[in-house]
């Protein structure tokens, strides 16, 4: 019997891969930076993908870390890198 419900983001790498999916379908303004509340609030909405906040934060670090997604300094912009961008086009 199972009690809980499976996670679709729980692993790090599903959970980056949704916010590169998510990232690619926002307008970037200024610079090519995406405000990060614009991933945030579908990722994480009742309404969106229903994920948690610590699946956001581990999504977001496993696709800084790839080079993926570049996070401002501020926390407050994500840029979509060549990498990431080039992450979901199909072969």
Same mark, same amino acid.
């Given at each position: 019997?199972?009690?809980?419900?499976?996670?679709?983001? /729980?692993?790090?790498?599903?959970?980056?891969?949704?916010?590169?999916?998510?990232?690619?379908?926002?307008?970037?303004?200024? $610079?090519?930076?995406?405000?990060?509340?614009?991933?945030?609030?579908?990722?994480? /909405?009742?309404?969106?993908?229903?994920? /948690? +906040?610590?699946?956001? $934060?581990?999504?977001?670090?496993?696709?800084?870390?790839? +080079?993926?997604? $570049?996070?401002?300094?501020? +926390?407050?912009?994500?840029?979509?890198?060549?990498?990431? $961008?080039?992450?979901?086009?199909?072969?």
């Amino acid at each position: 019997m199972k009690l809980m419900n499976e996670r679709p983001y /729980s692993a790090p790498e599903a959970a980056a891969r949704k916010l590169i999916e998510l990232a690619k379908d926002i307008e970037a303004v200024q $610079d090519g930076r995406i405000h990060i509340e614009k991933i945030n609030a579908p990722f994480l /909405s009742k309404t969106g993908c229903k994920a /948690s +906040g610590a699946e956001f $934060d581990v999504g977001i670090c496993y696709a800084v870390e790839r +080079g993926w997604l $570049d996070l401002h300094e501020s +926390g407050t912009f994500v840029k979509l890198l060549a990498a990431g $961008d080039g992450l979901l086009r199909p072969n």
